[in-house]
């Protein structure tokens, strides 16, 4: 099986039979790393560049660790602002890459729309690793697999997103993920951290995480970028903390049977408590280890012949 | 088939012999890369250094791609200026790697000679990936490759070379490989950018690009170093773009059928206008590609047993 | 065969029949990098974690070569100060990683005792690839190594160590070690860098270089930290050198047959002069060259299936 597109850009683009199909090879792809010879042969000889303009270790060791899983060779190239190739754009990188032969690049780049350009320029896949505020489809089918492992489903459950909606690119990816699979989804943050086309997307919005989680099946607490505050955006993290952070005080509005998740790295103590974090609702460790699977599931979609 | 030598230091001391062979065997590595299993187990249980001590993406991911397709095993080194390890000589460095057993060090230095004296220092082969303004001779042959492609020789053709000749180690390897296999070379470029041994070199000379690319069949803009407008070899970028930029309008000098070629990156605007870079003389990709494939060939040649 | 234990963290721990099994496993793989094609598929499948929170270019450089020649997939994140991923503790990257089903992590930490906590954090394997000022085991081992290899024997030895006692890893864990396997070992330095706790370690104690290297057969040389020059521990390099370099002169006090170790990178003209770090009784490369080996034995031991 292979997914008919050359690219995984955008969960918005992806259509429900995508998202399920991608779903169910992960599913398929989890025991490989269960192993004690966490290997399959699939996509030997296959070449992959984790191209990364913004550092990300969390990442780019997991499509790093999916790609070897699969036999693939993977090329790490790390492009921080001051080690950029001078002078080089974007499109005369993506050409030149694609001139060595690569299968897949996997992109990282701080404007959206970067991945989407390179997708246009080269003939072999792309994987957009996180653009801008855009989209993150990876993080977004990670946490679509680990809700569906736990309720079986998702279609009718109840999402909560609290945090910096409007500059997350794993909200973006999520609220399209979800509301494609039949999910309601419900939103929190501050004033300041809302989307303007909010109503567009199908969201409930609140601005008291208390009535967003209230009937909540799944919360998903988002990283706040602390550095934002400059610009405004939040007075100070000890206020957002106090309003916005998940702590066990505010779960006590949500379902007892409820599950958290969160894209990590987790600020502690911002915008989720550490009891909660670590707590037994938390599938925050499910989520890294369904993030290996998908890779490999989007690798071997992508690139992949028959599997072994 | 394998090299006599055990180092790639120069292009300068490569017989003609040895250049055709290493094409030869390049050319006949590209399809690898052309596969869908882009790999061929030559070069397993071999182990590969790149120690680059200026930052070099392009180069060192050509070196790695091309290490992995020959199933070599490729260990990185990027020692920037403020990593590097304190205290320690290259030669420290060098005497340490080897005790390690690799089978090949590709290095790149600042300072013209250091690969040579690694390889005097070590056992093992080393292949010279650019030092200072002395010789980057993976590069000249990937070029020599690509002329050889489009015109089916080098013998007897017009290669005309823009730039800071001076201060460029692609210059160097490129007018001894031409020079080598038949080739008649002219130069181009500010007088401050010229070489002062430049007669011994055997090339013409010329102070106007559109002299030197008259009767061209290749035209190779180099990359212009624009922190060196410190240093007072050039006045500011615009004036050295308006007299020796290669444009649509000084190419009216030169041939139809001439090819255009770029060691990149390229510094669009300033050496070579975008049409250029982008239009039908372009070999520039046909370059990068053939990279990959040069890189096998100087691998295979150095370390390998028989090919499959 | 096997360790018993999941973690290598420290040579105090370890028992002397441990230390041998492991001296004796290095022993048997040295061959392999001698070897045309260096590896053997003993690992093949599973993911090693060079996790390097200091910069070592040679260390991980060792580790990953002893990965990749035991056919395992070696995946590294190097996190300087500035890049690690902020607001993460070690704990929760620590986690992470364990998401992923890596079989060993390697640790490098400036912090004492963090290999400790991150092996009591996660399933898989953990080395301690240099931890603060307490151990370093895997370099230890490297130099119990190549004295056995020289003297056929540790028991009876005498080994002298000079330099910053106080603060080098590199230094406790060799006096464990050496003790363990019944070694007599003095230590010589400045005051300012004696360990306070030195008694109970078992060691002869010396202010001068010349008294404690006199019946020797062993002399180790440590690193000696410039940047603790500040910190007010030594006046000056110049006149550290001047007491306790090891030179031609000082060496004069050590029997005929005297071998010298140091764990590298050397500082010349500082802690050891060039003729000494370059003469006849130096076995500083056969030391690298033993880190490769016995770093592949800690991998088989603690991952190991059956060997081929």
Redesign the interface.
């Known amino acids: 099986m292979r997914l008919k597109r050359k690219d995984i850009l955008a969960i918005e683009e992806l259509t429900k039979d995508e998202i399920e199909l991608i779903l169910s090879t992960a599913e398929s792809f989890k025991e490989v790393?269960?192993?004690?010879?966490?290997?399959v042969p699939t996509l030997?000889?296959?070449?992959i560049?984790n191209l990364f303009y913004e550092?990300s270790?969390?990442t780019r060791?997991?499509f790093?660790?999916a790609a070897?899983?699969m036999s693939a060779?993977a090329?790490n190239?790390s492009?921080?602002s001051s080690?950029v190739?001078?002078?080089?754009?974007l499109k005369?990188?993506a050409?030149?890459?694609?001139?060595?032969?690569?299968?897949c690049i996997v992109l990282r780049h701080p404007s959206s729309g970067a991945p989407e350009m390179l997708a246009r320029l080269v003939r072999c896949s792309v994987i957009n690793a996180g653009d801008g505020s855009h989209e993150h489809p990876s993080q977004a089918l990670l946490d679509l697999l680990t809700v569906k492992e736990r309720f079986g489903r998702i279609a009718g459950l109840k999402i909560a997103i609290a945090g910096d909606i409007a500059h997350s690119r794993v909200a973006r990816s999520n609220i399209h993920g979800f509301a494609k699979l039949g999910a309601e989804v419900s939103i929190a943050g501050p004033p300041t951290m809302m989307p303007s086309e909010i109503e567009k997307m199908g969201c409930k919005m609140f601005y008291k995480v208390e009535d967003a989680i209230r009937d909540a099946h799944v919360i998903m607490v988002l990283r706040i970028q602390?550095e934002r505050q400059k610009t405004g955006l939040f007075p100070t993290a000890r206020e957002y903390s106090k309003l916005f952070a998940l702590d066990s005080k505010k779960l006590e509005h949500a379902a007892k049977d409820v599950v958290i998740l969160h894209p990590?790295?987790?600020?502690?103590g911002?915008e989720i408590s550490s009891d909660v974090a670590d707590g037994k609702y938390s599938l925050i460790?499910?989520?890294?280890?369904n993030?290996?699977a998908v890779r490999m599931a989007l690798f071997y979609l992508l690139m992949g012949?028959s599997r072994e």
Chains 1, 2, 3 share one sequence.
């Open positions: 790393s269960e192993r004690e010879i966490k290997k030997r000889g296959r070449t560049i550092p270790t969390r060791t997991s790093e660790i070897k899983r060779d090329i190239i492009t921080s080690s190739v001078k002078g080089e754009t005369d990188t050409r030149n890459l694609e001139a060595m032969n690569p299968d602390l990590g790295p987790i600020n502690r911002i460790l499910e989520q890294v280890k993030g290996v012949g």
